[in-house]
């Protein structure tokens, strides 16, 4: 059992579990790291920076213990287009400034709307990434052609031995568990496969290999992952608005998908170890981190949900899990990448395939039978948008129409219970929301002009949920006056009663003292 709380602070106990992990986690960040920065056009080395800042960054004072961060495809793509037209060095302000924003929204405490995240666009959200994660290891299954120079499937006995390492690291990773759990599965898996393949002297491709095919041929005699510690250097940009208009959008979007991709993991690993992440506080680590990354040659990132469930699956549960990932990937880079190069292709792919059985939420066919057809609608658009377009765009997209079917849903739930009171009044018993999509039903409930003088709204089983609730009472208020009539409004909040300026020169209004509840108005702040 783990002795783990909140502020990242870990027991004795934990400490061989977090190291162990995130010596793991080290060995599976540098291929995506590398292919990453092929991604967004920038050198390797800026991608493996990149992965040791924001690991060590975030780890040490971000919101969520564990998480682990780094260079993500899901950013790697939004800087392709500043990349290719204007150079690295933009790329670097942009970066910089995109943490500065990320930092902002961790101060305003912006991070709290994650919670605006429905069930089903979670589940959306973990399964699309699962399908992208085992979509991208199958890459790994393809060779560079030098007579085409384009890439082609595998064939014959390379893919067999590849198909086999890749079978046998599953499998070490599934049975060993039940043997011991002194090692973590992942670790353990990933040194057998490697010493199999060199000890056997087997055909099997490496993660050398791997960055040569992605390098001109000039370059791939000379390739390896070795390098120096990151240096500080200014982006050396003009400092004028021009720039400024040239990496904005960039940033922005850079900002909005660092932190939708990481809160969101914040919420996945808060769900697996049944603790709580601390979302602003994560929105400023990883602002911290992304701004140290342009001024110290990374291309930035953000939260990493595959590498997080290698991490947590192999017992990483406070920061020094991510803070040793993050230095022994340094250290590899420093004094050992030969160790890195010569690990089998398909010993981190094994891994990786792990993760995405893991991540995957198997439950959502069994959820499926069970919810209503909205909700599965937006299980499957969110899983979709996610594969082909974007993680971030895609929990947007389902935020969206999760909204919009929630208003659609209840325009028509709003009623009313008619009786005549002692005293001749009319009563209208109002029963469902009153927001934009009802307001058009709640005008067609009431008849000003055949009504009685004397008539009551009674707000006991309703609620006022928008500025446009409002406006809609008062609308009537002032048929009911142009009628000659005397509208009486029962039971709604102090609040309302505040808003609610034109009727109440001419309505009597009555303030529900319990249960209190507030409008959704930008006039309250």
Known sequence: MFNFDFAGKFANNNVKNDVLSGITVALALVPEAVAFAFVAGVEPMVGLYAAFM??????????????????????AVVMVALVAQHGVQ?????????????????????????????????????????????????????????TTGIQTWMQGEMLYLMLGLTALTMAIIVFLPKL???VPASLAAIIVVTGL???????????IDFVRDMLPEAEKASATLAGELPSFSIPMVPFTLETLYIVLPTAIILCLVGLIESLLTLTLIDEMTSTR???????????????????????????????????????????LSGITAALV???????????????????????MFMVVIGTFEWASFKIIRGVNKEDAFVLFLVTFVTVIADLAIAVVVGVIVSALVFAWKHA??????????????????????????SVTHFK??????????????????????DSSGIDALDTLAGKYEAAGKKLHIRHISPECRVLLRKASRYVEINVNEDPRYFVATDELG
């Open 54 to 75: 924001m690991g060590l960054i975030t780890s040490a004072i971000g919101g969520r213990p564990g998480m682990i961060s780094g260079a993500t495809g899901a950013m």
């Open 180 to 182: 011991t759990k002194a």
């Open 197 to 207: 393949v060199h000890g056997l002297d087997l055909e099997a491709r490496t993660v």
């Open 329 to 351: 990937l340094l250290g590899f880079i420093l004094f050992a990448s030969q160790l890195i190069e010569m690990i089998p292709l398909a010993a981190l792919v094994g891994v």
């Open 444 to 465: 067609e409930i009431f008849d000003p002009e055949n009504d009685p003088t004397d008539v009551v709204i009674d707000f006991n089983e309703s609620r006022i949920w």
């Open 90 to 146: 933009y790329l670097f302000a942009a970066v910089v400034v995109a943490g500065v924003l990320q930092i902002l929204a961790g101060v305003f405490k912006l991070g709290k709307f994650i919670r605006l995240v429905p069930y089903p666009v979670m589940l959306g959200f973990v399964n699309g990434l699962a399908i992208v994660i085992f979509l991208a290891q199958l890459g790994q299954f393809k060779i560079f052609d030098q």
């Open 412 to 437: 028509t739930h709003i009623a009313a219970k008619t009786h005549d009171d002692k005293d001749g009044w009319k009563v209208y018993e109002l029963e469902g929301p009153l927001f934009f999509g």
């Open 277 to 319: 992440g601390r979302g602003n506080k994560e929105c400023i680590g990883q602002g911290v981190a992304n701004t140290v990354n342009g001024f110290f040659g990374g291309m930035g990132g953000c939260a990493m949900i595959g590498q997080s469930m290698i991490n947590i699956n192999s017992g990483g549960r406070g920061r």
